[in-house]
């Protein structure tokens, strides 16, 4: 039977979750919500569900088995309690929440309701990211040493509430914690505020982890064009994502030495093959969702847990925080 699902929000984002649950083959729609009543009608009317400018009357009278929550970050909470409190699996848009307390708040909550978890970091489920994952996992680039981040765009005028830390750098802190396996041990930050009213607009960002390779944050709201770019570099050379276009090249190292006497003695880099890798390209947020509804029936568990969002949230207030403050922060 598929799994009744409702989407809370009707923002760019919720209107992408109506579309692709709508053609879910395990999943059905419930209903749609929306504090903005005609945003609401708009969105829910191409897919005959019910529309509600109150999420709570929604919850009560269409008893959702699973929501999406894609409302502002600094709902997050509020909107999510009073899901787990009726008993629905979640998926929350990232940034989990507002604050690392809001996020332990929900976690905790949905684990005493036995309720699903998974927070919407999408990047997960980039067909490239995953195999580049994998290739990790199996040694193809030997020891990592760094992971250098390129997450550039214009202005979003929708974002309001929080700044490109918090709502960008906490993808790519996610993406570097699971390509690594290792936590953050401490960060810096440039941080600066351009165009935004309130939060910073652009980020250069050091992340050290435990395992010694060092993530590099090159994030902003201020690049005419959209780049997303994940480069990671190891012993046997260099892998690059293109997110959009969702390509996956390898650069492999040609180790060679000179017959110059002077440096006769020291091995170098050179540039050897390169190659881009066969990816089977799929929509992310068609990933993302098929997962949590089949984690929701018990096929399988969530890719990205409570905890995994917690812990992104948590090292990009560290960033914000040592960009305001100028200094070195430990996690």
Known sequence: ?????????????????????????????????????PTAQRAARPYGVPAYTDYRELL????????????????????????????????????ISFTEGEALEIIEAAK??????????IERYNPALLELHERLRRGDLGRVFQIHARR???????????????????HDAD??????????????????????????DLLSGLLRFADNSIGVLD????????IRELMVTGEKGLFLVNYLTQDLYFYENNYIKTDWDTISNIAGVSEGDMVRLRID???????????????????????????????????ARKLVESGL???VVGM
């Open 60 to 95: 009560d009278k269409e008893r959702p088995q699973a929501v999406v929550v894609a409302v502002p970050t600094v709902m997050h909470c509020e909107v999510a309690m009073e899901a787990i409190s009726r008993g629905a699996h979640l998926l929350v848009e990232k940034p």
């Open 1 to 37: 039977m598929p799994t009744r699902v409702a989407v809370i929000g009707a923002g760019a984002m919720g209107r992408n979750h109506l579309r692709v649950l709508n053609d879910l083959e395990c999943a059905e729609l419930a209903g749609l919500a929306d504090a903005h009543e």
């Open 281 to 315: 390209k799929t929509e992310p947020l068609r990933a993302e969702l098929d997962r949590f509804v089949r984690a929701t029936q018990g096929e399988a568990p969530p890719l990205v847990t409570g905890e995994d969002g917690l812990a992104a949230l948590r090292i």
């Open 112 to 121: 005493a309701a036995g309720v699903i978890l998974t927070v919407g970091h």
């Open 325 to 327: 403050e100028g200094k």
């Open 175 to 200: 993406i570097m914690r699971f390509l690594t396996g290792s936590e953050v041990t401490r960060v810096y930050a440039e941080t600066a505020r351009r165009i935004h009213t309130d939060h910073e």
């Open 152 to 170: 550039l765009g214009p202005f979003p005028p929708r974002v309001r509430d929080v700044g490109v830390v918090i709502d960008l750098a906490t």
């Open 219 to 226: 994030i902003n709201w201020l690049t005419p064009t959209k």
